[in-house]
């Protein structure tokens, strides 16, 4: 990857004196699914699938975006004085949006800078493309500008371009499980305060297999803030019968004795899910530690349950994955992973489970959906890094 993006480089702007290479993670989830804007817990980890970049500081104030994956782009121009959102910039609205927010914190650039890009993350899989490009872009900022920030505050930084550049209003679970990513350990983090720790994820006769419904629907962003309103009002409403900050804030037992102060049955729903899934994960980690995974993986199966039926961000072509994979024998537990309407599942598959595992899913899938799923085997990896 290394040599790709350097070849590139040099192709396009003429030689590689000077220039660093860089790297930033996707993650995967593996439980806590829509609890990081409810001020609940999530188990992520950083996947050695990322992106990678070629960059050198200019002597002028020009920006130059290449990307390995937009080919037909070519080059896209830019100006370190004219940072705007716009359709037309497609994806470079990403390394633009984390430019404009390191400039919010007073952090300006001098000059402009020549950036190649490649991602071996698959498109709109749901294993955070855009996430890894946002920490990406804010570590080759920092490294080649000389900026002052913390690895946990490059994570808040890509988040809040992500909120007020590009419009989608995710919490901080992606940005952070790749700003702070660990060589195979997943990240229990709580996002009410952002204290975290890492729990070693060696799953010594099992193995972390993602599926790509490769089917990804466009409600995705729209519906996900319509999520975020929901739960909104919902704890608005909590808030008139029980002191809280957050729905993380709540036990099973707390809700079910107050909710009936929302005043609507979907809202009820979302609400339900957000503090029963944050529980789940705080059991889940749990489990982990106790060397119970049969425990962690029927924690999972309730995760997709609940992410079904209480917080409807699943669809037909996920389902099926979960429900066949469920039906396969060395399946500890699987779920929908990520934002949802499409992307990804994760499962726990025991090592001499897996080949059968891909055969009869892929089938199966090919079956009743008619479309071909793939299959990755998760490898842990670290955080950013300069190679
Ligand atoms: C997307 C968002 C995250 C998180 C998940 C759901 O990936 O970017 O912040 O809310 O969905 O858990």
């Known amino acids: 990857m290394k040599a790709m993006v350097l070849d590139k480089f040099k192709e396009l702007f003429g030689d590689t004196e000077g ?10 989830n593996m439980i806590g699914e829509h609890t990081d804007y409810n001020g609940g817990h999530v188990f992520p980890c950083a996947l050695s699938l990322g992106t990678y970049a070629a960059a050198r500081k200019r002597d002028d104030s020009k ?9 037909k782009s070519g080059v896209m121009e830019s100006d370190i004085h004219d940072i705007k959102p716009e359709d037309a910039a497609g994806w470079t609205n990403y390394p633009k949006g984390v430019i404009w927010a390191f400039s919010e914190r007073g952090m300006r650039l001098d000059r402009g ?3 190649v890009i490649y991602g071996n993350i698959p498109n709109g899989s749901g294993l955070s493309s855009s996430a890894s490009l946002e920490v990406l872009t804010g570590f080759v900022l920092r490294d080649l500008y000389g900026f002052d920030v913390s690895n946990t505050e490059l994570a808040l930084i890509g988040q809040y371009s992500e909120n007020n550049f590009n419009g989608m209003n995710c919490g901080i679970m ?3 499980a790749s700003a702070m990513g660990k060589k195979d350990h997943a990240i229990f983090l709580n996002t009410a305060d952002l204290s975290f720790e890492y729990a070693p994820l060696v ?7 993602v599926t790509n419904s490769n089917v990804k629907h466009s409600l995705v962003g729209s519906e996900y803030n319509v999520r975020r ?3 909104e009002t919902a704890l608005k409403e909590l808030q008139k019968v029980i002191d809280i900050k957050t729905l993380g804030d709540l036990s099973e037992e707390e809700f079910e004795a107050n909710k009936s102060a929302i005043k609507d049955p979907v809202r009820m729903k979302r609400a339900k899910h957000a503090v029963y899934e944050n529980q789940r994960t705080v059991k889940a980690v749990e489990a982990l530690k106790n060397n119970d995974i049969d425990t962690f993986g029927k924690l999972m199966n309730a995760s997709h349950v609940s992410l079904r039926d209480d917080y409807a961000v699943s669809c037909d072509e996920i389902d099926v994955l979960v429900e066949e994979a469920w039906k396969i024998p060395g399946v500890i537990g699987s779920r929908i992973t990520g934002g949802g309407f499409g992307g990804c599942t994760v499962s726990i ?16 899938y090919k079956e009743r959906v008619g479309k071909e ?3 990755y085997l998760v490898d842990i990896g670290d955080g950013p890094a300069k190679l």
């Open 229 to 231: 309103n929901e739960c």
């Open 113 to 115: 800078m020549d950036f």
């Open 63 to 71: 920006l130059n975006f290449y990307s390995i994956n937009f080919e």
């Open 373 to 375: 799923a793939s299959f």
């Open 19 to 28: 220039v660093n290479v860089y790297f930033a993670p996707g993650r995967v």
């Open 174 to 176: 992606d940005q952070f």
């Open 349 to 364: 598959v025991k090592n001499d489970a897996v080949e059968e595992f891909k055969e009869k899913l892929g089938n199966a």
């Open 203 to 209: 799953l010594n006769d099992a193995k972390i297999v």
